[in-house]
């Protein structure tokens, strides 16, 4: 019998990639600390893990071509922008003091809950100041300008009050169509300017995209380690019509984090996934409950020649006492693997 592929392992446990390989990427979200874990630390990311994931991600060969890291980057929830934007200002520092910034991998940097929201009478809603900082500061980490502008709240738009089109966008790589998604934009938190998207994935499937990912911050099932709906499942008709468009087109699957573990939906069979990658560092209770998904990590997604999309899961034990520290000796790990197309 004929091979027509060598197997390459890659310096991390368990991990091997074909030579079929066409490219690969990295995302993950949610690596914030809580407030009262900020003393001393700017950024107010998880510092050890955000680290660590830099340096492995830095190592994996072949090297993947993006890192999207889909929100949660800071604590945020910040009235006063200047400190809002210390705090992505300080997450960038620790980036390029990584050896993940002197690669050839694109970062990649969605805004989530965190990032866009503020208390406005004991609620936390999107406001328009942190949209504009989150796309001053992180304009070099922001790959496309052709989203949405604001619609007002004519009948039949998106109701979109505030310039969403670098926050909401698409670009193609290799013939592969990617939608990044802003799920909470001002006065439409929890939803996603469904006309704009739902346009350009039918167009994206017309012009014969390989295939089409959607990366945003929350996601459209919450997963089932959460109680309650946490996501774009808060407004189900929206969500659904959404879903339904993904599928009908063929999308792969979503990808995105909000809820703090690591978690594999696939709402129809057959039909379009959503792969939730909110392990970067955040605690939740969640993770410590539910093993064997107690772990932080990152979500390494793999791209073949053939056509085949492979997800891999990678993760390392975390002590319950302080999710800034490995459980001792605690290795980086695969701890699921599958296709999506398969």
Avoid at 54 to 80: H, Q, W
Avoid at 164 to 173: A, G, I, K, P
Avoid at 313 to 340: C, I
Wanted: hydrophobic share 35%.
């Amino acid at each position: 019998m004929k091979i027509n592929f060598i197997l390459i392992f890659t310096c991390l446990s368990g991990l091997a990639i074909s030579q079929n390989l066409d490219y690969s990427f990295v995302v993950l979200g949610c690596n914030r600390v809580e407030n009262g874990d900020t003393v001393g630390n700017p950024s107010t990311a998880n510092v050890y893990q955000l680290n660590r994931v830099f340096d492995e991600v830095s190592k994996l060969k072949p090297l993947p071509t993006y890192l999207f890291f889909a929100g949660d980057l800071i604590v945020g929830y910040e009235k006063d922008t200047v400190r809002l934007a210390r705090e992505l200002q300080s997450w960038i520092g620790l980036y390029k003091k990584s050896p993940l910034s002197k690669t050839s991998v694109k970062l990649v940097a969605l805004p989530g809950n965190h990032e866009s929201d503020n208390k406005v009478n004991g609620q936390k809603v999107p406001v328009a100041t942190a949209e504009r900082v989150f796309v001053r500061v992180m304009k070099d980490y922001i790959v496309g300008s052709n989203g949405p502008h604001p619609t007002g709240l004519t009948l039949g738009s998106d109701s979109l009050t505030t310039d969403q089109s670098r926050l909401t966008y698409s670009f193609d790589f290799k013939g592969d169509h990617y939608i990044m998604l802003n799920s909470d934009p001002v006065g439409q938190d929890s939803r996603i300017p469904d006309n704009w998207v739902e346009n350009d994935i039918r167009n994206a499937h017309k012009k014969g995209a390989r295939h089409i990912f959607a990366i945003a911050h929350k996601p459209a099932y919450t997963s089932r380690f959460e109680k309650g709906a946490a996501g774009l499942d808060i407004f189900p008709s929206k969500r659904d019509s959404f879903w339904t468009c993904m599928e009908n087109n063929k999308a792969e699957a979503m990808f995105c984090a909000h809820d703090h573990v690591w978690d594999s939906i696939q709402p129809h069979k057959g039909k379009t996934w959503m792969i939730i990658a909110g392990n970067a560092g955040s605690k939740s209770p969640a993770n410590w409950s539910n093993p064997p998904y107690s772990y932080f990590g990152y979500t390494l997604v793999n791209l073949y020649k053939d056509s085949k999309v492979e997800v891999v899961s990678m993760g390392r034990d975390v002590k319950m006492d302080s999710y800034n520290l490995p459980a001792p000796e605690a290795p980086t790990t695969v701890r699921a693997r599958f296709y999506l197309n398969q």
